[in-house]
């Protein structure tokens, strides 16, 4: 059949190193044009208490199975110490008690996932912006990247990767069940083509064969913004385990993947050419777009 | 060329040949026209591709999981069974929708079946750089439509119902429906449902469908807050968007039927090279603006 024939032939065109790169410079015309239309300091809709959604639903990992956070989570966070450095004149490290003290921002805003879906929740954190600040970025600095605590791909045999993944609330909502991997972070479904995933949590085990957590990375124009912070409450209460305990990144204006949970450490850096594979992020990494704007 | 046309009220009774060339398509409009159905069909096909990343739309600013409008998804049967949920009441649809063969010829849990989404397995990612890419093409091109229309004269020309179209609006109505096309002058214009149609699809749903499509984008929301008050919410227009898609390719279904019906080669060729033959009427009609026997 003609319309079989040119589906294969899309997806053939779409699987094309040189096609690819063409398709993405849609995405670059988004960020492009966002930041046009977008001053550095536009807030996100904020919304009413009314608005708040009865169920923040958790996507991605829920419950990271490391030990050292399982250890930290034990204590309630007594012993978590975030971390502020890399291209900074002045790291630093800060207990949670410690964060809590800090001038706080609370906002009630939309949480767009990748997939579709939207929740709206009542964030309370503080300021990244006064945190690097604090830290005294240096000339260099161009990028923010959040590591966090959860392994996403164990670098075992090729069945780890889709374990690691495949741990969502697939019961929990009849409506996704469609997307198998509600992965980890509101990162977007099955989106690693079967091969290349696979291939990807491979790669990992035999280079670092250490376990590959999640991560994010923004620019400083996100890092500034005044609605970005990095949450330790949640609708009033300290932020649960399954929505990223004990500190979680928001970054209005883009979406789910970008809200980095379970933030251990904040690096600065000039690129993240050299972080995990490159790309930014840990779903940047499997083929998602940098910019988290649309 | 295409702006000489005769009007109803005076018939063109002299047969001087049967057959005539007319000038029908300048070259902007075909280019235009050729490009925007490439994109609407990867549109849509990206387009359901995203959608599967979960197969659910919903009413207002956040989805509301247990109540959704429409809902696709698979039971636990062995093999499953595709379920689809249109506000409240259940439909099975394996095969089609919830549930349908993957690459590999198994059962898989999708929304819409692979050989209509973009790329046809399962790949979010891939989808939404399609959906983008294109999204660009389609809003640059229909730029370039819409400015060389003003500017030429033709949009007026072609979407805009002249008086005596309008007079006979109930007439042309009832020759559409008894698929009669016009012939002879009658012919060189769109006649007044065609143009009322391509009215409502340039100026109304391709402008929503591309506003719901902004809407969606968080950025855009922070930039153009009126969008969520347009659509009273994210999740509403991301349901408005998949609505004004459906509709859209009910007016191609109807397009390309009417496209069939009406003298295929002769309007491909029109679409092609410009060139479309106008068959002459060989009698007169005496009675006009009302339904013929």
């Known amino acids: ?294 | 060329m295409p702006r000489t046309f005769l009007t109803r009220s005076a018939p063109d009774t002299a047969e001087v040949e049967r057959r005539r060339w007319t000038f029908r398509h300048p070259a902007v409009i075909r280019i235009t026209h050729w490009i925007n159905a490439v994109c609407l069909l990867v549109l849509l096909m990206s387009g359901l591709q995203i959608f599967n990343a979960h197969p659910a739309l919903y009413w207002g600013k956040v989805s509301t999981f247990d109540t959704p409008l429409m809902a696709m998804s698979s039971t636990e049967d062995d093999p499953p069974k595709g379920v689809m949920t249109v506000l409240g009441h259940t439909f099975e649809t394996t095969g089609w929708l919830g549930s349908s063969a993957g690459a590999d010829g198994e059962p898989a849990d999708r929304g819409f079946p692979s050989w209509l989404t973009l790329p046809s397995d399962q790949d979010l990612t891939g989808g939404r750089s399609w959906h983008f890419f294109f999204a660009w093409a389609f809003v640059l091109n229909g730029a370039i439509y819409l400015l060389y229309g003003l500017v030429s004269g033709q949009l007026r020309f072609r979407v805009i119902p002249s008086r005596d179209q309008v007079r006979h609006f109930g007439a042309s109505i009832w020759e559409h429906l008894t698929l009669r096309f016009p012939q002879g002058d009658e012919a060189k214009r769109y006649n007044v449902i065609q143009k009322l149609t391509y009215l409502v699809v340039l100026f109304v749903l391709l402008p929503v469908q591309v506003l719901a499509g902004l809407a969606m984008s968080p950025a855009m929301d922070a930039a153009f807050p009126f969008l969520l008050t347009l659509f009273d919410g994210r999740q509403s227009a991301r349901t408005v968007h998949f609505v004004v898609a459906a509709l859209l390719v009910l007016f191609v279904i109807v397009h390309v039927a009417l496209v069939l019906l009406s003298g295929f080669w002769n309007n491909m060729r029109g679409m092609v090279t410009g060139w479309f033959v106008i068959e002459r009427k060989v009698e007169p009609v005496a009675a006009v603006g009302e339904p013929r026997p």
Not at chain 1, 1 to 30: S, V
Not at chain 1, 99 to 114: E, F, G, N, S
Not at chain 1, 173 to 181: E, F, H, I, K, T
């Open chain 1, 1 to 294: 059949m003609a319309a079989a024939a040119m589906l294969g032939g899309c997806d053939r065109l779409g699987n094309a190193e040189w096609f690819q790169r063409t398709l993405k410079t849609g995405e670059d015309a988004n960020l492009f044009v966002q930041r046009l239309v977008l001053t550095d300091r536009t807030l996100a809709p904020e919304y009413a208490e009314a608005d708040i959604s009865p169920w923040f639903k958790p996507n991605g990992t829920e419950d990271p199975p490391d030990r050292s956070y399982k250890a930290l989570a034990k204590r309630k966070f007594v012993n978590y110490r975030l971390e502020v450095g890399g291209l900074v004149e002045a790291p630093f490290k800060l207990s949670l008690a410690e964060l809590r003290k800090l001038p706080a921002r609370t906002q009630i805003t939309r949480h767009d996932c990748v997939e579709g879906w939207s929740a709206i929740g009542k964030w309370t954190g503080v300021p990244l912006a006064d945190l690097l600040s604090r830290a005294k970025l240096k000339p260099e600095a161009r990028y923010v990247v959040f590591h966090c605590a959860d392994t996403m791909d164990q670098g075992e045999d090729d069945g780890g990767a889709d374990t690691a993944q495949d741990d969502g609330p697939d019961e929990a909502v009849p409506a996704g069940n469609a997307n198998p991997a509600m992965t980890k972070q509101s990162g977007g479904g099955e989106s690693r083509k079967s091969s290349g995933g696979q291939q990807a949590s491979e790669d990992t085990a035999v280079g670092g064969g250490s376990p590959v957590r999640y991560y994010e990375s923004i620019d400083l124009v996100d890092a500034f913004h005044p609605q970005t912070i990095l949450a330790y409450d949640m609708n009033g209460k300290a932020l649960p385990v399954s929505n990223g305990a004990p500190l979680r990144l928001r970054v209005e204006r883009n979406l789910g993947y970008k809200q980095a949970k379970y933030v251990m450490r904040i690096e600065v850096v000039e690129s993240f050419a050299g972080i995990g594979e490159g790309k930014g992020g840990y779903w940047e990494d499997q083929g998602y777009a940098w910019y988290a704007g649309i």
